[in-house]
């Protein structure tokens, strides 16, 4: 395990607060400019902003990110734009501008509050003498605002000039997405008008700022100016030492997509024709005008009221170790905001809304690693995740149909039409210069089975039998349809096998029989035969509709049957219980990965396909062959987990931020306590200490691993809870890490809710009064009913 | 085309003969010694010398190459040994020594007699004044007898020292084979005794040197000394102006693989045990005191008279192109050498005997490329080349075995066992120093069909039913057998596919449905099942042996059939009548050998898999779709072949020397007379002039293109005269080149013998007396039966 980390956990006491709720910094270190901006950012789902300072310019990754305005920058990479800055505000005295990214405070704080949902920033300076304070959120109660309030008290006497507005000099992370933008003074405004070169999406923000004297009157500008590329209005100001003046900005932003139809994505252009500028323009002054008539306070109070709510189901308690706590409700807080919970046609993106990195799409990690904690706490969001992969059907259906394949075959990069935006050619050989051809967006197939396999796990979760007629069913027998076109039947050996794939582990593309791949796959292809049986037998008017809009025939059940029965799985070993991870995986040379970095002629060499240095080794980039178990916990038996954690665990590279949390969970179930617990922080710490280059080459590379923080919900739940999804119920097999006093949590299932709280030697369970129906909890080999309102306290070994 | 190619075939006055059997030089150009040690190599199936000097030592690679003496240098390398130079001979005059690669002689001139199979020089040098004539050849009578003649004309008084014996000194390609070589003097001889390092097999050569006085007596050595590594006698004699004196040498050599058993090969164990070195000697004393008893002039005539009937049948008669037509003979003389047509348990290697490189061993050219001719000329040698197929069945059988398969999957690399001795990793990137793993050894399976395609041919040109029974069923029914565990069923699509194989063009490994190779299996499964069904209905006892020996099922049968109607050949495209090379091809890059060259970092980059310059492109190393109608020409319509050579020439890099001649024969069939002229040209002259390094970074790659020699005789008979395999005979679609007067050439079928000659307008056939049925000519779309004795003549458009 990495010293520098271990080292960097200790430090815990400087960088979090008493409360566990808060991370902060009281030293400023302009060489994290990025990692902070990331770790500090404020969010609702619908727009991000990076914890970056008032005054930063591009230079310094400010950004606020808006969902659902994909758009082509240079023709490779249709991504998220990032908005104009609406909370410019530079300070200067005297012609010399205070910058907070210049440091040099004589005090200095910046502190996330996670229950809040509020990013603050303190510091003093003594040359001139002020204290500037400021605090800021996006408003879950509007989605549409950004808004802050910045409080500068004199420490002697001072003259400042305050210029505050919008920085139209975005940082955009492939080139300009604009074709025009103008910024504007407005009615009691100003304005930031933009279309976006690709789609001709238009967006408009407007910034309310009102500045006043601490318990005063409110002040005038002196004259709207330009502060390189940004519109500011300009305050010149007196000020005795004591006095104060609060600024507040509100800003509120729309973009075409926010007016169009969702119901049904597929295209751009079905979506219908674009609103006019004017539309987005009365939609965002409706917006302002809202958020002018409330005071700050009452703007506060309403977004922190819904964030209550979302800790009420989400918190997690852990008892006895404040930096655990602390960690876990930093990745929880981030999981959360980059979920577009608003929306049912929108993607969680692999980086969120923390910058553009990853186009703002979704992965296989929605599924995976960000849905999990939704689906047991905030179901609503679970399942709107999953609509959204209702919605773009059609584009997985393009995607299927332009390979020679039937069916929905997902991308592996997928933005708002679901259509593949992952481009073919990104990668660089850092030796050659020469592009690479890497094929995550046509062999990684394993992202539509595990789509599917999530809509069976949220329909066992949740009972939702509306979802499953009306989406889930759909999105089932698309995939299970996909499979039947994908896969090969091997006439010799009386078996179906999978060619041709990237697992999870991105170092070896182009394998055959991939476990993860192949074993999914058949899940899913039993569980399209299970719901087209009982949904034709049960609801054959429902199953009618969904097969004759897919023109479904009765042989491909049987197809799928077939294949469900006769894909090669392979099997563990019976002497060591090992399980190659794709045929012939166990003939490549057997290293470390330690051995094979001292083989890098560059640090920046790709290691996997086609020709880096892990290709032709045992050496993984992620979890593989454990990943399966992560989604299958009682696939195999723990004596086949622990060897093959302790096969692939040494040759794994950890290349990806996913694997992690796969190895912790699967160590907590094999009882390799320590492990799992190194495993934990590693995996709650891939942001938050990550003291590696976030730009890269002058590429940024930064932004939150969304991923990662959803799926630290699971090593706490599903790993050292040890729970898992029974038929009638949820069953556990707890490890908690020997420092652990206490691990609370709430879990849903089918509407219902369940208290968990684990000691070291015991663990209660709560069934809430409202429940509807009795939950079986399944211990070891006891089994308890919880009718509502009953607990039930079981002993631990 | 290649301008310096073109300048040096105008060069042919001065490199070629009145005659047009011989190729000779008369400037010594000590640059070319690789290329000219190979041109003027002298060989007989068992052995090859090349065409080096007597006095040149390992760094001029002279070599003598042995048959069936496998053996590995390094662990990596499997190839044939050279064996001590037993021709070696050293004049020097004064302590000076007079050495042919010093070059300085007043007169010069090195030939060789393709009517023959002799090599000659003759150099003439001013201080001390001498003529020196060698002959030498590799005796066809006695196929472990090489001789040579030496005699020493003085052009003045001088003193000669001759010392001549055996060089120890072996130049090895890839390191040292030999754990002992010991040279020592024996009765009335020098010996070398050696025995390799991996299979400890013997190899005794022993040499006789004979000199006298030209019309005198013989002269007697006046020591036996050391000459760096090279054991001789040492003569010392004084000469008058116009004195000679003669010096014959016969060096007689046997290995052990000589005095084993070739019945089942399958494994170096199961040719029984290995003789004696004093077996081995006896072997070699006994072909040594034969030599001795008979006179040089003797041994002479005997090797001569066999080259007459080899070429009585072998020859190709082109009137009114002398270049063409020495060019023709030079190509079939060293594909005639390369086989060992005395033997039916060795391959036919892609260097022949010239060398080392290539192990020694048979590629898939051994049955496209080579055989052809053999068929046609020698079907008893084509026979012979694929008995040894049979007999290497149960390599085949173990690689089919490691890699999961069943029946036979022929080795890309083919020795003695027929196991695989193709290395995974042998290429280095340039640019890295890396090594590439290609995959040559597992993923070009065409060569198991193209085998068994061969199979069909042979038996259909010769109508040999025996050679079906015992040996070209079991090939076939084998093969077949592999295809069916190698093919992938695509359910929704009902048809077969293969996946991830390197068709002919090598650039593009790990392709799926590659045309040829999916037409190839196609072809062989049909015929395995029309051999299945006329050999158990006709001949039940024979097809029950096989049946049983093989353990073949009924079952396995009707897979076949179902794999031939239903495996997936791209169709050409109804408009462009293009045909895709494998799936996907078209979506690559569409560009030229010359613009991708310009990408090159480093010249000496691999063009092919995993990474290299041509691999995302449409750029291909050699033919690959034409390739498939080299081998089918009726099964497109010229049309098609037409499109498809038009479209795949200019994208082709001709980087394998097999390429050239698919291009031309594919562009005489269409009428791009030109173009298949310079294709004729470029295949034939290789290997003559081949101008470029033959040795790179000290690693050797010279060597005669045996597949380009063989290939010669398609270029002319299938190509330029148009022949093609009936059911009853022959047809003909003759489009000679515009400069040739006549082409003529023997045609051999079912035993029987055509005389065909062509010229311009017309063509006439002569079946001879002593054929034993008629044979059915078909020319456009007139049909003419020839009975014994007859001829026709028959108007050409
Ligand atoms: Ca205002
Ligand atoms: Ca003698």
Redesign the interface.
């Known amino acids: 395990m990495n010293t520098k980390m271990e080292q960097r956990v200790e430090l815990s006491d400087e960088i979090w607060s008493e409360t566990c709720w808060e991370i902060g910094e009281s030293r400023f270190d302009p060489d994290q400019a990025v990692t902070a901006g990331s770790n500090f950012m404020i969010g609702n789902g619908y727009m991000g902003y990076r914890g970056t300072f008032a005054d930063d310019r591009a230079d310094q990754y400010p950004a606020l990110v808006v969902t659902d305005t994909y758009d082509n920058a240079d023709g490779t990479w249709k991504e998220l734009v990032t908005a104009p800055n609406g909370l410019f505000t530079l300070l200067s005295c005297r012609g010399k501008d205070i910058l907070w990214r210049q440091g040099g405070f004589g005090e200095y704080e910046r502190r996330l509050n996670m229950l809040r949902g509020e990013w603050s920033a303190r510091a003093r300076w003594d040359d001139p003498g002020i204290l500037v304070e400021e605090e800021r959120f996006c408003s879950y109660d509007d989605l549409h605002l950004l808004t802050s309030r910045t409080r500068i008290t004199a420490l002697g006497e001072v003259e400042l000039e305050i210029a505050t507005g919008i920085d139209g000099k975005v940082w955009s992370l492939n080139g300009n997405h604009f074709s025009s933008l103008s910024l504007e003074e407005g009615p009691d405004c100003l304005e930031a008008s933009c279309v976006t070169g690709e789609q001709g999406y238009h967006l408009v923000l407007r910034e309310d700022a009102l500045l006043r004297r601490a318990g005063g009157a409110a002040i005038e500008p002196c004259e709207t100016a330009s502060r390189e590329g940004a519109l500011c209005r300009v305050f010149r100001v007196s000020l005795e030492e004591g006095q104060a003046l609060v600024l507040e900005k509100r800003v509120v932003l729309y973009s075409s997509n926010d007016l169009r139809d969702t119901s049904r994505i597929t295209s751009d252009a079905a979506r219908g024709p674009l609103p006019t500028q004017e539309e987005v323009r009365q939609a965002t002054a409706g917006g302002l005008s809202r958020a002018v008539s409330r005071s700050w306070e009452e703007l506060r109070e309403a977004h922190r009221n819904i964030w209550k709510d979302r800790w009420d189901s989400a918190d997690i308690l852990i008892g006895g170790d404040r930096v655990a706590q602390t960690l876990i409700r930093y990745n929880l807080y981030h999981n959360v905001i980059a979920a577009p919970a608003h929306a049912d046609h929108l993607p969680l993106g692999a980086r969120g809304l923390s910058c553009q990195a990853y186009q703002g799409a979704a992965f296989w990690d929605q599924e995976i690693f960000n849905l999990p904690m939704f689906l047991f706490t905030d179901p609503e969001t679970a399942r709107r995740l999953l609509v959204y992969r209702y919605r773009t059907l059609d584009g997985a259906r393009k995607k299927a149909r332009d390979l020679g ?2 069916g929905a075959f997902y991308a592996w990069v997928s933005g708002d039409t679901g259509e593949e935006i992952c481009p073919s050619w990104f990668f660089r ?1 850092v ?2 210069g ?1 592009r ?2 890497n094929h995550f967006n046509d062999w990684q197939i394993h992202v539509s089975p595990d789509i599917a396999y999530t809509v069976w796990k949220y329909v066992t979760a949740t009972g939702d039998q509306e979802f499953l007629e009306l989406y889930g069913a759909e999105i089932l027998f698309e995939v299970a349809r996909f499979l ?2 994908r ?7 009386e078996r ?2 999978i ?2 794939v990237l697992g999870p582990d991105e170092y070896h593309e ?1 394998v ?1 029989n991939n476990y993860f791949t192949n074993f999914q796959a058949q899940f899913v292809c039993r569980y399209a035969v299970e719901v087209y049986d009982s949904l034709s037998t049960d609801h054959p008017r429902v199953f009618d509709d969904v097969a004759r809009r897919i023109g479904l025939e009765r042989g491909e059940r049987d ?1 799928w049957d ?2 469900a029965r006769r894909i090669y799985i392979p099997e563990a070993d019976h002497e060591t219980g090992l399980i190659e991870q794709f045929q012939g995986f166990f003939e490549l040379e057997d290293t470390r990965p330690e051995v094979i970095r001292e ?1 890098l ?1 560059d640090p920046g060499e790709y290691w996997g ?3 880096g ?1 892990a ?2 080794t045992q050496v993984s980039k992620q979890a593989d062959v454990t990943q399966l178990f992560m989604l299958h916990p009682k696939a195999c038996s723990r004596e086949v987990i622990r060897a093959n954690w302790e096969y692939y665990e040494p040759r794994t590279q950890h290349g990806s931020s996913l694997s992690y949390a796969v190895y912790a969970i699967c160590a907590a179930w094999i009882g390799h306590d320590q492990e799992a617990y190194r495993y934990f922080l590693r995996s709650c710490t891939v942001d938050l200490l990550n003291t590696g280059k976030a730009v890269s080459g002058g590429t940024f590379i930064g932004g939150i691993h969304t991923a990662a923080c959803g799926v630290a919900w699971q090593i706490v739940v599903s790993g050292f809870a040890g729970m898992y999804l029974t038929r009638s119920g949820f069953g556990f097999d707890p490890h908690l890490p020997s420092g652990w006093e206490t691990l609370a949590f709430t879990l849903k299932r089918w509407g219902d809710s369940l208290e968990v709280t684990l000691h070291q030697r015991a663990m209660t369970v709560r069934a809430r009064e409202d429940n509807s129906r009795e939950i079986t909890l399944e211990v070891g080999s006891s089994e308890v009913a919880l009718p509502p309102g009953q607990q039930v306290a079981v002993p631990l070994r």
């Open positions: 394949y039937r050989d030796l050659t020469r690479i051809r039947a076109s896969v090969h039947y091997r006439p010799g050996l179906y096998e060619i041709r182009n055959d197809a077939d294949i083989r002629l396909w086609p020709n240095i290709v032709e």
